[in-house]
């Protein structure tokens, strides 16, 4: 051997600077580190993240009351192109691809083989043969693996493209103020491309809010002046920026499940028995078994058909107002039925709600006599509540605004 | 003249452990270590003027925390600091990182491969899920299959339920890991071979096996079994060398009463009617026990310390065919300065953990080829870490203790003896691998300590310097090890145990064979084990 | 359109069992061959004009219950060739000669080796013999054990008990052992465990000094032939023979079958086999579609990825199944001199691997994907046995040679002319004059093998014969009992439990699962 010359393959050398920054910032970065007032970060997949700008119960307000704008760049992008992009998205999820149309999005799942839930997360139809796959877990060995035999290429694409949530009763109103035209005519699940300085901004109506919304990508260099156009805009419309805390509140009120906390993922159980199957995760309803074959399909067929699922995923509403999260569940105050996986008082319902996920037959033919162990701490002394629970149907809180067409006041 | 309750032969870590766990229930026990210091090869010795060395072990993760406990081992000042990770140099200037936040562990693989970040997800989840299968098995004794009596088949049902609690797929991954290579095994998760290259690394320490042959999966289980406070696979530095492990054993041992004779070689096991009754030591002295445990290896303790008369013939026969495979040496190096690596940014984490030069199989693979050649390997797989960097103490301030484990190193050159002259020739070529990447590198050396197996049998005692005293082939693991029927740390001879590494479960600073053995001992003399505590449980 | 009930894709001699025993079941069984001629790499070919030969040359482990089943005697087959036996040719000390059952009598070592040889192969057939039940069973399915499962279980719990403590203690010791060190423990004599050594690896991407290699040798132990356990013949007409006695066999059940006729593809219907397509376009109609073919072909090719699972197609992709073995056929003008072999022992299997360290260094490259250039190899005189196979006077030389990396690195154009180089300098070397002789050579790399015989890799076991792909793991981990994750469709080669060989096995036991489970 000789001494060892230095590096030059650029890309590789300019790479190794990651490791400065352990903590990536998003596109967005300067903006929301303006905004911030409580310094309350934490770290979504990697990704310096607002947890809170200045207040969590008044920043759930402007979701509720304005336009709430939440950095969702860290979500996980991967792009599907190629002329069997169809078909093999309809490979990989449950829910029938060719039914959705360009310029459409739908929410979905995907399994193993042996029809346990991988994640969950929206597909985006950009254009015939251009899909997004947009999710919180990643997954491209899987991706690539499930492509062969197709006709269709799949990047990575997280860094590249920025995205943002803005949501709340305004926010159509804000975009058609900043210069969205015709944002009014967009339908829930709709996506369309917007000129935005040089490129474009891809708006689809969606939101993890339940609420009027809208998700906006851009290429990562447009990021910031897609900001201040919204932010400028937004003056008039009460725009504020909002953490995750909030978020979450409005998502249980949405009654919307969050992979790895609602469910485990299959690729991140150390326990074998942990993972869960579109049934009972609440998901069953996406497997379209209509459709040719998808990955899982011959397991879930046969789950359903033995009858050996064993849970099930249900919305509670529990008495009184204290907060249920991860509290056991009991099925006549004796028997354990299951857990709460997430919980939240609603303050647009003014209901106290959660996500279990219970063992059946509990939730499933018994559904009555459902109790919830809460152990409420305050002041160093914990106070045991065994409060009664509720079935309901999700989502709990359910906003015509987040449908109407074209929306109120815009 | 005094007789003791036990007398331990050889003051390694499992032979104090073991000590330690018998004191504490009462016996009176007595350690003979043929050295003027103890520890055996965890140890810390200052072999220049301001600098200690972990002249054998050099990192730690394996030693149960359970024995750490019940011995109170950080009252008497061990302490473990986990390191960052790691990198690989590769032969383009540039390296691999692995860094402790997963994230930028994710990144820093995608400089290489996007496919390959996102895959080490399934495969560290892989990996851990069968840690977590195997750790509580640690501290068990193996069940003999082959027995009737109801403890073997109370252990086997233990065994036979854990399975049959593993689904479908988890059982498959055990096979996988009991059978594959570590080559293999790696292929069906990642196309990068630097990144492979790492990773196999622990495939094959210790081992005289390549990466590309089956079993070395396991080994790389073997060494991800450990943790530093609950973090499964996480190494780390003893705080004043490795030798706080045995010195802390040591002070354990004392404190409970015991006592530790240096300079005590034993010349062999004192036998009258098919019953240890103690040792004599190299001078001729009669030491009298009622029992006798053996920390060195099964071959030094059945066929050197004891008559063969006393042993049955086919015992004898399958400790001779016991594996026990000199594979590799050790450098290490007192530098008056912290070298340069150029390929890394400055002030790089990897600078803490474990930095290798290896970045193809393909080398580790040739490298084992020369091993198979009777040769030290001319390209070898080098292990090294600084810990001075994260533990100050060990040399004065701005100096470092470099220690460089080797791979692969035989226990005999092309079927001669080793010569100084082979043993310089092996430093260079870890010395000269080294200063391919780290300009200057020469010229920081104060003292070096080369370690071939020579070394290691000759100080440490272990047959062919096998650092793990015995091959980690499932033909020497569980009830096999060290040889089937006497996998229980008792022997053939009444009263005479074994502690040491060559048995279950096998080699590494990790303390369970000797506290297994002393529960076993105890058991014979029916003693409370009462203060042996069982594995955590993993939940 | 033609509707069958069943479809065997392959006429190889796997297929060729499947097939008939499905037929005799009262089915409708079409079966497809792509090839003019049935036998796969079992077939006889003119390799050279008047010359014939079989890739496949030894038969060791055709099993009784398939010639007794398929009835193979009255179909023609002939079972009385006399066990051939096997000589290592030494390097200086001369040959040593095993005959009848792998050794039964040794010729050729002292006596005090001849007596620790015969504890050796004692001992390894006993443990073989735990091993054997196994074969001709569906494996047992890991995490759901069936009451069959529990009871060929239980029967070789109780079996290794019944071998005493000792010796379930060293099976248990021995099973995932390396050859070599197996070999160490108990002989003195190179050629002896350079014959272990050889046999262990046949066929496997392994060193003798690899851990586990002994399972090849038990796998090689576990057949039998000529009547004797681990035995073998050569047999009168060559291979072809053996594939003659099949198709008569398949005929008289009623098999109907194509040849030159390649599937295209693997037609589903609801996620299940619905029959195939042949290349001319026909489609051929069939609720049950049995593939003799290899794993990896009929998965990723016939059936597709689409409608299969992607772990499962990933599990398929990564079964290790690129070959080492070259298979070397000389047309020689006369019979060739290998000095101090009998005429007699020149009959039978001739093996060049001197030592454990020949084997293991000719392995040693294999692993960077070049060729020996020592190579170890077995070698056999088909003429001798079948004088039809060549012209009067002249002589067939048939050799397996170790080790020859299905991706040679260099790539076979250029690699090809320097080992047939390599392995006649061996030749030379134990049968001095050879080189003289030699009409007319072929030689078959890995590569060769896979376009002639339509098998990936080359590798005769349609996958390494290893500990990670055996029994329940075999092709993958989950689908192991020659059913598919696709309803109808099934494996019935080489590539599924126990592996391959000219044994039968895989197709007789696909062939009663398939009449167990749609009975």
């Not at chain 1, 997954?139 to 997280?158: R, S």
């Not at chain 2, 406070?229 to 530095?237: L, N, T, Y």
């Not at chain 2, 096998?466 to 040889?483: A, H, K, M, S, Y």
Request: overall charge negative; glycine content about 10%.
């Amino acid at each position: 051997m000789t001494v060892v010359p230095p590096l030059t393959d650029e890309k590789r050398r300019a790479a190794q600077k990651h490791i400065e920054t352990i903590r990536f910032e998003t596109p967005f970065h300067p903006r929301i580190a303006a905004l911030m007032q409580t310094n309350d970060w934490y770290d979504w997949a990697g990704y310096k993240s607002a947890n809170t700008l200045w207040a969590e119960e008044l920043e759930y307000f402007a979701i509720r009351a304005q336009s709430a704008l939440f950095d969702i760049s860290p979500m996980v992008k991967y792009r599907i192109e190629g002329p069997d992009a169809e078909a093999f998205c309809n490979r990989l999820t449950l829910r029938d691809v060719s039914k959705l149309r360009p310029g459409r999005v739908h929410y979905t799942a995907w399994c193993d083989d042996s029809g346990h839930v991988l994640d969950d997360g929206t597909l985006f139809r950009l254009a015939d043969t251009r899909f997004r796959l947009c999710c919180q877990e990643r997954h491209l060995p899987w991706l690539l693996d499930g492509a062969l035999g197709f006709d269709v290429a799949v990047t990575e694409e997280t860094e590249e493209i920025a995205g943002l949530a803005l949501q709340g009763p305004t926010s159509c109103a804000l975009l058609k103020a900043a210069g969205f035209d015709g944002i009014e005519t967009m339908k829930p699940f709709d996506i369309r491309d917007f000129g935005h300085e040089s490129g474009s901004v891809t708006v689809s109506r969606t939101g993890f809010t339940g609420d009027l919304g809208y998700e906006l990508f851009i290429d990562t260099p447009l990021a910031l002046s897609l900001w201040d156009r919204l932010w400028t805009a937004g003056e008039l419309y009460g725009i504020r920026a909002i953490g995750n805390a909030a978020l979450n509140q409005a998502r249980i009120e949405a009654g919307l499940i969050v992979a790895n906390i609602d469910f485990i993922t299959t690729d991140h159980a150390l326990r074998a028995d942990r993972v869960r199957m579109p049934d009972e995760t609440g998901l069953g309803w996406m497997v379209d078994l209509k459709k040719g074959h998808f990955n899982g399909r011959r397991a879930i067929e046969d789950a359903r058909r033995n009858n050996s699922i064993r849970h099930v995923l249900v919305g509670l509403e529990i008495e009184g107002n204290v907060p249920a999260d991860h509290a056991i569940v009991y099925h006549r105050k004796k028997r354990e039925a299951g857990v709460i996986t997430s919980a939240a008082w609603s303050p647009t319902a003014k209901r106290n709600l959660a996500i279990a996920s219970l063992e059946r037959p509990y939730g499933d033919t018994i559904t009555e006599d459902l109790w919830v162990e809460i152990y409420a701490l305050h002041e160093l002394r914990y106070t045991k509540l065994m409060k009664r629970a509720t079935i309901v149907p999700r989502p709990f809180v359910k906003l015509p605004r987040r449908t109407a067409t074209p929306p109120a006041d815009c | 003249m005094k007789r003791w309750d036990a007398v331990v032969i050889g003051a390694g870590h499992n032979g104090l452990v073991n000590a330690c766990y018998l004191q504490r229930a009462g016996l009176d026990v007595l350690v003979v270590e043929k050295n003027d210091w103890i520890g055996g090869a965890a140890v810390s010795r200052e072999l220049t003027p301001g600098f200690t060395y972990s002249n054998c072990s050099y990192v730690c993760s394996l030693f149960r925390p359970e024995i750490m406990r019940d011995l109170e081992l950080p009252r008497y000042g061990l302490q473990v600091i986990p390191y960052e990770g790691g990198a690989v140099f590769t032969q383009d200037g540039d390296y691999l990182a692995a860094y402790h936040d997963p994230h930028a562990h994710r990144r820093e693989i995608a400089r290489f491969s996007a496919r390959d970040a996102e895959a080490y997800e399934r495969y560290a989840r892989d990996v851990t899920r069968q840690c977590r299968f195997i750790q509580p098995l640690l501290m068990r004794t193996a069940p003999d299959p082959a027995s009737f009596r109801p403890r073997d088949l109370s252990e086997l049902v233990y065994l036979g339920r854990k399975f049959a609690g593993m689904s479908a797929e988890e059982l498959q991954l055990t096979v996988r890991f009991w059978t594959m290579s570590i080559s293999d095994f790696l292929d069906e998760y990642f196309e990068t071979d630097v990144l492979k290259a790492y990773l196999a690394v622990s495939g094959i320490i210790g081992t005289a096996l390549g990466p590309m042959s089956p079993g070395t999966a396991y080994v790389l289980l073997h060494h991800y079994m450990g943790e530093v406070d609950g973090a499964v696979g996480a190494w780390g530095f003893a705080r004043g060398g490795m030798g706080s492990i045995t010195r802390a054993l040591a002070d354990s041992l004392r404190a409970s009463g015991g006592t530790i004779r240096t300079e005590a070689e034993v010349d062999h096991v004192l036998i009258r009617n098919g019953k240890a009754e103690g040792v004599v030591l190299a001078g001729g002295e009669e030491i009298r026990a009622a029992r006798v445990i053996s920390n060195a290896d099964v071959k030094r303790t059945f066929l050197k310390f004891v008559d063969e008369k006393e042993l049955p013939e086919p015992f004898v026969k399958s400790v001779r065919n016991f594996k026990i495979r000199g594979s590799s040496g050790k450098v290490n190096i007192a530098l008056d300065s912290m070298p340069q690596f150029p390929a890394l940014p400055e002030d790089s984490p990897c600078l803490q953990g474990d930095m290798h030069f290896t970045d193809s199989i393909e080398r580790m693979e040739r490298a084992y080829d020369d091993w198979k050649a009777g040769r030290w390997s001319a390209d070898p797989m080098i292990d090294m870490v600084i810990p001075t960097t994260l533990d100050p103490t060990m040399a004065a301030p701005g100096k470092h203790f470099m220690s460089c484990f080797s791979q692969y190193c035989p226990p005999q050159v092309e079927g001669r003896d080793w010569t100084d002259a082979d043993r310089d020739a092996f430093a260079e070529t870890v010395i000269s691998q080294i200063a391919d990447y780290s300009p200057g590198f020469r010229d920081r050396i104060v003292h070096m300590e080369v370690r071939t197996p020579r070394e290691i049998e000759a100080e440490v005692g272990l047959t062919e310097g096998n650092i793990f005293q015995g091959e980690l082939t499932f033909d020497q693991l569980l009830f096999n090890r060290p040889v089937p029927g006497y996998a229980q740390y008792r022997s053939p001879v009444d009263g005479l145990y074994i502690c040491g590494s060559s048995t279950h479960p096998g080699g590494g600073v990790m303390g369970a064979p000797g506290r297994n053995a002393a529960a076993e001992i105890l058991r014979d003399a029916s003693k409370s084990t009462r203060h042996v505590s069982p594995a955590y449980d993993v939940i | 359109m033609t509707s069958y009930d069943a479809i065997v894709i392959g006429g190889g001699h796997n297929g060729l069992v499947a097939a008939t025993l499905l037929a005799r079941s009262g089915r409708k069984v079409r079966l497809v061959e792509t090839a003019d001629t049935l036998g796969g790499a079992a077939r006889t070919d003119e390799f050279a004009p008047g010359f014939r030969v079989s890739t496949a040359h030894i038969l060791n482990r055709l099993h009784p219950d398939v010639i007794r089943q398929l009835d193979l005697a009255a179909h023609g087959l002939d079972t009385s060739a006399a066990p051939a036996p096997t000589t290592v040719l030494g390097d200086r000390e001369g040959p040593v000669t095993l005959r009848s059952g792998y050794g039964d009598h040794v010729d050729g070592i002292s006596p005090d080796e001849a007596k620790a040889w015969s504890e050796l192969r004692a001992l390894l057939l006993r443990q073989a013999g735990i091993l054997k039940p196994f074969l001709t069973r569906r494996p047992p399915r890991l995490g759901k054990l069936s009451r069959a499962d529990m009871s060929l279980l239980g029967g070789s719990a109780l079996a290794l008990r019944r071998l005493g403590k000792e010796d379930m203690r060293e099976f248990l010791r021995m099973v995932l052992m390396n050859v070599a060190d197996v070999a160490d423990e108990h002989l003195t004599d190179d050629r002896l465990k350079g014959l272990l050594a050889f046999d262990a690896t046949l066929g496997s991407h392994l060193g003798p000094r690899s851990p586990t290699s002994l399972l090849g040798l038990y796998y090689r132990l576990a057949g039998e032939a000529g009547g004797s356990v681990g035995g073998q013949t050569i047999p009168a007409g060559g291979m072809g023979a053996v594939i003659n006695a099949l198709a008569r066999a398949a005929a008289a059940a009623g098999v109907e079958i194509s040849t030159g006729a390649n599937v295209t593809r693997i037609a589903l219907e609801g996620g299940k086999a619905a029959g195939v397509t042949l290349g001319t376009g026909e489609e051929l109609r069939a609720g049950t579609v049995v593939s003799a073919i290899n794993p990896a072909t009929t998965f990723l090719d016939l059936v597709g990825p689409r409608e299969l699972d992607i772990a499962f197609v990933r599990k398929i992709g990564n079964i290790r199944m690129k070959g080492d073995a070259a298979k070397l056929h000389l047309a020689l003008d006369t019979v060739p001199d290998f000095p101090g072999i009998s005429d007699a022992d020149r009959k039978g299997r001739l093996v060049i691997a001197t030592s454990t360290d020949h084997v293991e260094n000719a392995f040693n490259p294999a692993k960077y994907g070049e060729f020996s250039p020592e190579p170890v190899m077995e070698i056999t005189l088909p003429s001798l046995s079948d004088p039809t196979l060549a012209p009067d006077g002249a002589c067939v030389l048939s050799a397996v040679v170790q080790y020859a990396p299905y991706d040679l690195r260099e790539g076979w154009e250029t690699g090809k002319p320097k080992f047939l180089e390599a392995i006649l300098a061996t030749l030379e070397a134990n049968a001095p004059g050879i080189r003289n002789t030699i009409r007319h050579s072929e030689l078959l790399t890995p590569a060769d093998i896979e376009s002639r015989y339509r098998m990936p890799g080359g590798h005769w076991h349609h996958g390494e014969l290893q500990a990670d792909q055996m029994l329940f793991s075999r092709p993958v981990a989950g689908h192991s009992g020659y059913d598919t994750p696709v309803g109808g469709l099934y494996l019935c080669g080489a590539g599924s439990h126990p592996g391959g060989g000219i044994s039968g096995v895989p197709g007789l036991n696909a062939a009663r699962n398939i009449l167990a489970s749609e009975r």
